[in-house]
């Protein structure tokens, strides 16, 4: 008897098969969403950046780099846009780095202040972190002197 198609064994083979290169593959994909936030993270992380050099690019060429804190020197942006500067470097104001120094969707990201001078800006789904060194979140951490250069990092998502 000649009959064309696959018999029971044939077929329990490929689903053997099957079954062990899903569960090969499988937990390769699943932590693509924390990958994907972490790499979401690096970007703000490199937009603060950004905005931090455009900040102090501004305050040399005004020449309040160098003034105290105390003073509470700014420095203009665009017409009539002004950040308060440590140093030559955007200040810890929550406010200034959400409205006027980066353009980031409200409801996916939120930001916060901790002690020390850091602004903080992580997922809005997750909980409020209150140090640096919790995980899914990107910083920045002013500087404390002259000459210093503000600190910036992004902590992995797990």
């Known amino acids: ?37 972490t790499s979401t993270l690096e970007g703000v992380k ?31 942006i665009a017409d009539d846009v002004f950040i308060s500067i440590i140093y030559g470097y955007p200040s810890d104001s929550k406010d200034e780095w959400k409205d006027k120094l980066l353009d980031l969707d409200s409801s996916a990201f939120a930001f916060t202040v901790i002690t020390g001078g850091s602004i903080i800006v992580y997922l809005a789904e997750n909980d409020e972190p209150t140090s640096t060194l919790q995980d899914c979140l990107t910083f920045y951490k002013i500087p404390n002197d002259v000459g210093l250069k503000p600190e910036f990092g992004t902590n992995k998502c797990y």
């Open 1 to 37: 008897m000649n009959s064309k198609g696959f018999t029971l064994i044939e077929l329990v083979v490929v689903i053997v098969i099957l079954g062990i290169l899903a569960v090969t593959a499988v937990p390769k994909y699943i932590n693509l969403q924390a990958e994907a936030q």
């Open 46 to 76: 490199a937009t603060m950046q950004g905005a931090s050099a455009l900040v102090y690019s501004k305050s040399v060429v005004a020449g309040n780099h160098k003034i105290l804190p105390s003073a509470s020197p700014t420095v203009e």
